[in-house]
């Protein structure tokens, strides 16, 4: 079993930038992979970014187009998302997920319970 932890979401203006944290419990957080998705409203959830578990792969949504960094530490067991240029089509709810080994599957195997960001114009 895996426990995630998010936070660092809040309110920002457009253009604005934001850090969300992702912290792991409960398996050995350096052998699996991690991701960010999120659910704007009325909508489905979506893969934004992931990361292998040595943080030597990064995949990203197309989306993101260069405005987000996925990170990680895994003496702190911490996975990031550095978000830049925000637009207002940025606001969700963004959820941490790990997958079930070392680099990123189909699905996530567990969820965080999610952080919400809300960007204003």
């Known amino acids: 079993q895996v426990q995630l932890l998010e936070s660092g979401g809040r309110l920002v203006q457009a253009g604005g930038s934001l850090r969300l944290s992702c912290t792991a419990s409960?398996?050995?957080?350096?052998?699996?992979?991690m991701g960010w998705y999120r659910q704007a409203p009325g909508k489905e959830r979506e893969f934004a970014a992931a990361?292998?578990?040595?943080?030597?792969?990064?995949s990203y949504a197309g989306f993101v187009k260069g405005r987000f960094t996925i990170a990680r530490d895994n003496a702190k067991n911490t996975v990031y998302l550095q978000m830049s240029s925000l637009e207002p089509e940025d606001t969700a709810v963004y959820y941490c997920?790990?997958?079930?080994?070392?680099?990123?599957?189909?699905?996530?195997?567990?969820w965080g319970q999610g952080t919400q960001v809300t960007v204003s114009s």
């Open positions: 990361i292998s578990w040595s943080g030597s792969t990064t």
């Open positions: 409960g398996r050995t957080f350096s052998n699996t992979a």
């Open positions: 997920a790990a997958y079930d080994g070392p680099h990123r599957q189909s699905a996530p195997a567990y």
